[in-house]
Nanobody, 118 residues
Framework: QVQLVESGGGLVQPGGSLRLSCAASGISFSIYGMNWYRQALGKQRELVATITSGGSTRYADSVKGRFAISRDNVKKTVYLQMNSLNAEDTAVYYC????????????WGQGTQVTVSS
């Protein structure tokens, strides 16, 4: 059974930092590109950051220079370090895994709430 379990969300003040984690099980983690998406209330889900199976990274313009995605293939975990948070970063953050070789094998976590507020 495939599971993606996010953790690390919470309430943080503007300018603060959080580190999200997503632990995967039931997949060959090393052949999956990993992504973080977010969905704010009343808005569409958007792609925030990507790390390929080879370790290349890409970011949405809105988070470049503030967020960093990384992965640990031994721990089967992907991270999202979020710095200089602002109210616009408030959303539910979702972990996503996409198999490099099959579009049929795509999985989502349950999401973790990040709230930036004073």
């Amino acid at each position: 059974q495939v599971q993606l379990v996010e953790s690390g969300g919470g309430l943080v003040q503007p300018g603060g930092s959080l580190r999200l984690s997503c632990a995967a099980s039931g997949i060959s983690f090393s052949i999956y590109g990993m992504n973080w998406y977010r969905q704010a209330l009343g808005k569409q889900r958007e792609l925030v950051a990507t790390i390929t199976s080879g370790g290349s990274t890409r970011y949405a313009d809105s988070v470049k220079g503030r967020f960093a995605i990384s992965r640990d293939n031994v721990k089967k975990t992907v991270y999202l370090q979020m710095n200089s948070l602002n109210a616009e970063d408030t959303a539910v953050y979702y972990c996503n895994a996409k198999n490099d070789y099959s579009i049929l094998h795509e999985y989502w976590g349950q999401g973790t709430q990040v709230t930036v507020s004073s």
